[in-house]
């Protein structure tokens, strides 16, 4: 019988180059999604505002920080912007979690619509100068 040669096998896929690395990723454990730890976070938190936003921070007795976001369809009227605030705010999140502390519950709210030309720059000044207050950036 013949000799098989053994050669790796050809990843399927997207290349490695477009593989997300486990910092570009927002993993279902890092969500906040049930409305009792809303709650917790609201009643408990410690609130800092900036702007459009407030954030609430909670100790959560977990290793790891968690997010979670609340843009009401009263505060940003229309779904599209909605979505884009919440996008952006979790990009920012995404980007700088490295700096905060672990073991935080982070609740993000609206007080008003930022309008239509929110920006990345903005939104991450804001995080930070709400995390720095709170004291949850490393």
Known sequence: M???????????????????????KFPSGERILKAADFRKAYKEGAPAGAGAFVMYRRPNGLRH????????????????QRNRVKRVLREVYR????????GFDIVITIRRDPGRS?????????????????KISA
């Open 118 to 134: 929110i920006s990345y720059k903005d939104t991450e000044e804001r995080f930070l100068r709400m995390a720095k207050e709170l």
């Open 65 to 80: 920080t968690r997010l979670g976001l609340s843009v009401g369809a009263r505060k940003v009227k229309l779904a599209v």
């Open 2 to 24: 013949g000799e098989r040669s053994v050669e790796p096998q050809a990843q399927e896929g997207a290349p490695q180059a477009y593989r997300l690395t486990s910092d570009m």
């Open 95 to 102: 980007k700088n979690r490295r700096l905060l502390k672990g």
